[in-house]
């Protein structure tokens, strides 16, 4: 079997190889010419996959390491027989972990208290789902929106965009891009969206760039019409808009879902669907081992002056703006920082000591160990 790989996909090479002939191509590189005899294709979201790469091609499976898949033509796969699969739910802890370092950050630069807040999230897939459970355990009023949840369940848990709209003092975005439909999400965020809204709300974008207009956001801010925006997904990455990017709070370059953790499940569910469609020894999947953090244990005691030691735990795995600064001193160079991203372990990587009080449980909640 011959199998076509993004180069810049973690944990794959010395793997893959147990599964087929692999070439590695960098993601620009995948065109009708390159992959024609190529059986499966192990992609990211840099191509797209319709017609004008697939027509005439051997090509039978395309596995994506990514929860998105607008950047393959279903459509089209499914009219010729291609099978296609994406990774679900793969870095959805990698998001979450980014959401809570940015709240806490936010927070910070503008002096107000998470616990008591509300906040709206508009989608409830993985994603969601970690990142209200995240904010529960931080004290957080959650407001959950997700129509097609709500249609398909008939759970009264859920509620209409109109009341975040009317509600929330935070609103974070965790959709797929669906750009047509009764459930479509291009644009969700317009100028319409932001001229309702009732408390300016800090805005969070970590799910796709084009789930909320550019146009209308920036003139939302200049107009004060929200208090804040932490953005991660962009419109035309990796080309951003740099006005927009020099107006958020947090700016970072699509990189919510990169933790070592996220990257490393992402490359094993392609891996199973290779296996599972072509009926191979998945084996050697357990092969791929997330490389340890540097400072795997977090001593709550060097926080004794903090008035927060959960929070300061929390950014010890991820600080947030470590990101924003290499984003905003180099833009020209988005798609670099994506690729030559650092390593960045979840809450379960980390073992915490020292704790107090109710720490222990709120940490232990959130993911962390602890002795």
């Given amino acids: 079997m011959k199998i076509i790989a993004d180069k810049n996909i973690p944990y794959l090479k010395g793997i893959a190889e147990h599964f087929g002939d692999v070439t590695y191509l960098d993601g620009s590189a995948f065109t009708q010419d390159t992959i024609k005899d190529a059986d499966t294709l192990i992609v990211r979201t840099v191509t797209h996959f319709g017609e004008s790469i697939l027509k005439d091609s051997n090509v039978k499976l395309i596995c994506s390491a990514t ?23 793969c870095n959805s802890g990698s998001v979450m972990q980014y959401v809570v370092s940015s709240l806490i950050t936010i927070a910070r630069k503008k002096s107000f208290d998470l616990k008591g807040k509300t906040i709206g999230i508009v989608g409830v897939g993985n994603v969601g789902k970690k ?8 004290g957080m009023k959650v ?14 848990s859920f509620v209409s965009l109109q009341t975040i709209m009317d509600e929330a003092d935070i609103i974070t975005f965790h959709t797929p891009l669906i750009k047509e439909g009764e459930y ?11 001229s309702l809204l009732k408390k300016k709300p800090i805005i969070i974008n970590s799910a796709r760039g084009a789930i909320i207009d550019t146009i209308a956001i920036k003139d939302a801010i200049k107009e004060n019409k929200i208090s804040g925006a932490i953005i991660d997904c962009w419109e035309n990455e990796p080309q951003i808009d740099l006005e927009y990017l020099n ?13 070592a953790d996220g990257k490393a499940n992402a490359t094993r569910m392609s891996l199973e669907s290779i296996a599972s469609y072509y009926g191979l020894d998945k084996q050697p999947i357990s092969l791929i081992k997330e490389p340890a953090p540097v400072n795997p244990v977090i ?5 004794s002056n903090s008035d927060n030691r959960i929070y ?19 833009p020209d160079i988005f798609k670099k920082l994506r690729n030559e991203y650092p390593l960045r372990r979840e809450y379960f990587a980390y073992t915490i000591t020292n ?13 962390f160990k602890y002795e």
């Fill in 67 to 89: 929860i998105g898949y607008d950047h393959i033509d279903t459509a089209y796969c499914d009219a010729h027989g291609i099978i296609w699969k994406n990774a679900p739910g």
């Fill in 247 to 259: 107006l958020v709070d947090i700016a970072t370059p699509h990189i919510a879902g990169y933790s």
């Fill in 143 to 156: 407001l959950l929106n997700d129509p097609p949840r709500q249609a398909q369940e008939k759970d009264n």
């Fill in 355 to 367: 704790t107090l009080n109710n720490e222990t449980v709120i940490l232990n909640n959130l993911g």
């Fill in 131 to 138: 990142v209200a459970k995240a904010c529960e355990i931080l």
């Fill in 184 to 194: 479509r999400t291009y644009h969700l965020a317009d100028k319409e969206f932001f």
């Fill in 299 to 303: 001593d709550l005691n060097q926080y």
């Fill in 312 to 330: 300061e735990a929390i950014l010890n795995t991820y600080n947030v703006l470590a990101d924003f600064a290499r984003l905003k001193a180099s």
